[in-house]
């Protein structure tokens, strides 16, 4: 599948609602950082070569001659013999070449004795020792986290370039499928996994666009294909099993979209499918709820990351031990949910007990999705397993802070 996902082109958008894309072209910074030489302390701004025999015994008296606070105005020429009050993020007045903090003086009037030698550069930020204008700063497919936003606000870049987001239409077929909201009448359901899979869309970054559910017939499937296929990616829900009611195939070959594969080994969600309408990505999931959710997570979702603009689009999973025994057929990869919980230093997982694959209330606290080998029937407490971490990650009541001194 991943190949028939590749990048959308570009969009030029603010900063300010940048946070979570991926850069389209790589940025040059156009500025110092920092912009000017400046404090990196409270104190005092000196020519080090005057201050280099101070101590506490012999301090060294001068003679303070203005000041410089950040914002303020330019502080002017330090003559020799003299310092200049300083506070952090102040603009260094030119031939002072050190800042003494605070602490190491004593104030008496218009002089200050300096009781700590000093040398050339210290406590000083230099203009362009951390970035120089004309370098890299952020490279095509970077993602932007708050760190990247504030080095990006710091640079003044109002708007950025960045890779379209893919719109993803959303099709439920069923003809027991209702509404949020809508009455339920004897037979139907809440059509649930069109919410789950909007937020999930949504979360990664992707623009849900959820249509109607469609009715377990050959034209209306059709039809509501055909307006999927406005989208720049089709994910259907449901239909695609073996049943007589499970069309969505037929209606996928009708408008012209073939098949590439139909079912993977895994469990659950075994009835995937996938193919293309003239290079657009159709993918079919399965309709029970949980097998949606997870072939969603671990087979659609990196495809939508890489046509983001992700260049590591997968998942990687920790290694966790399981904290029960488990027993299962053999035959497909199991993803088991999972609560994952740190002991010490290892990362434990306890299986869900409700591992059906429409049982929502399965996914209720689940932090984890634990990948079970195809040919492993018997799995003991105490054994390595792989995980992925989900929702909410690896979360407790306690600060880490309680266990560092
Ligand atoms: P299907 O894949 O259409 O055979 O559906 C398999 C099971 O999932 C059936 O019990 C359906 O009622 C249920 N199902 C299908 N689509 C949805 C949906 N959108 N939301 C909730 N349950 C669904
Ligand atoms: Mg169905």
Request: no cysteine; hydrophobic share 35%.
């Given at each position: 599948m991943l190949p028939a996902f590749q990048t959308l082109g570009e969009e030029e958008i603010p900063l300010t609602r940048a946070a979570t894309r991926y850069l389209a072209k790589d940025l040059i910074a156009v500025l110092d950082s920092p912009p000017f030489d400046n404090s990196a302390m409270d104190g005092y701004a000196v020519r080090a070569a005057e201050v280099?025999?101070?101590?506490?015994d012999t301090p060294v008296r001068l003679q303070v001659r203005g000041e410089s606070r950040a914002g303020g105005e330019m502080p002017t020429v330090l003559e020799p013999g003299t310092v200049c009050r300083i506070f952090t993020g102040a603009p260094m007045p030119s031939g002072a070449d050190a800042v003494v903090i605070q602490e190491d003086t004593k104030r008496h009037g218009e002089a200050v004795d300096i009781f700590e030698p000093s040398t050339a550069g210290q406590h000083v930020r230099a203009r362009g020792s951390d970035l120089r204008s004309g370098e890299t700063i952020l490279r095509q497919g970077d993602r932007l986290w708050p760190g990247e936003i504030g080095l990006l606000a710091s640079q003044n870049f109002a708007h950025v370039r960045v890779y379209r987001r893919p719109r993803v239409a959303l099709l439920s077929t069923g003809d027991e499928l209702k509404a949020l909201g809508d009455e339920l009448a004897p037979g139907t359901i809440i059509n649930s996994n069109v919410y789950v899979l909007t937020e999930m869309l949504s979360l990664l970054g992707a623009i849900p666009e959820p249509l109607p559910a469609a009715a377990d017939d050959l034209a209306p499937i059709e039809a509501a294909l055909r307006k999927a296929l406005e989208a720049d990616v089709v994910i259907t829900v449901g239909?695609?099993?073996?049943?007589?009611?499970?069309l969505v195939q037929e209606a996928c070959r009708r408008v012209g979209i073939h098949p590439e594969f139909w079912k993977v080994r895994i469990k659950p969600g075994k009835p995937l499918t996938f193919g293309q309408h003239q290079g657009k990505p159709v993918i079919g999931l399965p309709g029970n709820p949980i097998s949606a959710m997870v072939t969603f997570e671990v087979l659609v979702a990196p495809c939508l990351r890489q046509m983001l603009g992700?260049?590591?689009?997968h998942p990687q999973p920790v290694v966790a031990r399981l904290q029960h025994a488990y027993h299962r057929r053999p035959g497909r990869v199991e993803i088991a949910r999972g609560i994952a919980t740190r002991h010490g230093d290892e990362i434990q997982v306890s299986l869900h007990e409700l591992q059906g694959s429409?049982?929502?209330?399965?996914?209720?606290?689940?932090?984890a999705l634990v990948i079970l080998p195809s040919d492993r029937a018997d799995l003991e407490a105490g054994e390595r397993v792989d995980a992925i971490l989900w929702g909410s990650g690896l979360r407790g009541s306690r600060s880490f802070f309680d266990a560092v001194s």
């Open positions: 280099d025999m101070a101590s506490t239909g695609v099993s073996v049943g007589a009611y499970d992700d260049r590591e689009p429409g049982s929502l209330p399965s996914f209720v606290g689940v932090n």
